[in-house]
T-cell receptor, first 118, second 107 residues
Framework: GAVVSQHPSWVICKSGTSVKIECRSL??????MFWYRQFPKQSLMLMAT?????????EQGVEKDKFLINHASLTLSTLTVTSAHPEDSSFYIC??????????????FGDGTRLSIL | AQRVTQPEKLLSVFKGAPVELKCNYS??????LFWYVQYSRQRLQLLLR??SRESIKGFTADLNKGETSFHLKKPFAQEEDSAMYYC?????????FGAGTRLTVKP
């Protein structure tokens, strides 16, 4: 159980285009979904936290107009990288936290999306 | 502020040797701590959490509030344990990850 599906797994596009990444919790309802960025050989950097039905909370230094997050349902969150540029090339990972259970529920991760901007 | 520190970026041991991956945290409240593992070309997976007090794949981790540590241990490392390990601290609606330790188990 607790499967998170992330799509697409890899995308290459031209500079200036917008790219949407989807994150779905397949067999559970996610109270909260998280978006991370990972640079090569580095740890995960939290970009934003999104709660279903409310605005995402962005970490300091992350441009909310650049990285649009929508969390319209308990099973789906999307990250749109708007007007992407080469410096946005990175590995983006989403995770979701189950709304069931007591205590702090661990996050379950998607496979990640490798974004390459030419 | 909450912070997770993994002092070793790289750790290399021989098969059958004991292994300990260090994790220290700073947090003013009651922490919930986790270890995640990422095998080559796979997603990040939950390995264990401190409240479960269980052993997964031979790994254990004990929360030491006095030393603010949550070190991950295994008495006899296996080659298939080679991976990236992340210590994480959960709080309310947030989770912070350490920088990660790459464990290599040599034959």
């Amino acid at each position: 159980g607790a499967v998170v599906s992330q799509h697409p797994s890899w995308v290459i596009c031209k500079s200036g285009t917008s790219v949407k990444i989807e994150c779905r919790s397949l067999d559970f309802q996610a109270t909260t979904m998280f978006w991370y960025r990972q640079f090569p050989k580095q740890s995960l950097m939290l970009m934003a936290t999104s709660n279903e039905g409310s605005k995402a909370t962005y970490e300091q230094g992350v441009e909310k107009d650049k990285f649009l997050i929508n969390h319209a349902s308990l099973t789906l969150s999307t990250l749109t990288v708007t007007s992407a540029h080469p410096e946005d090339s990175s590995f983006y990972i989403c995770s979701a936290r189950d709304r069931q259970g007591t205590g702090y529920q661990p996050q379950h991760f998607g496979d990640g999306t490798r974004l390459s901007i030419l | 502020a909450q912070r997770v520190t993994q002092p070793e970026k790289l750790l290399s041991v021989f098969k059958g040797a004991p292994v300990e991956l260090k994790c220290n945290y700073s947090y003013s409240g009651s922490p919930e701590l986790f270890w995640y593992v990422q095998y080559s070309r796979q997603r990040l997976q939950l390995l264990l959490r401190h409240i479960s007090r269980e052993s997964i794949k031979g790994f254990t981790a004990d929360l030491n509030k006095g030393e603010t540590s949550f070190h991950l241990k295994k008495p006899f490392a296996q080659e298939e344990d080679s991976a990236m390990y992340y210590c994480a601290l959960g709080n309310n609606n947030d989770m912070r990850f350490g920088a990660g330790t790459r464990l290599t188990v040599k034959p």
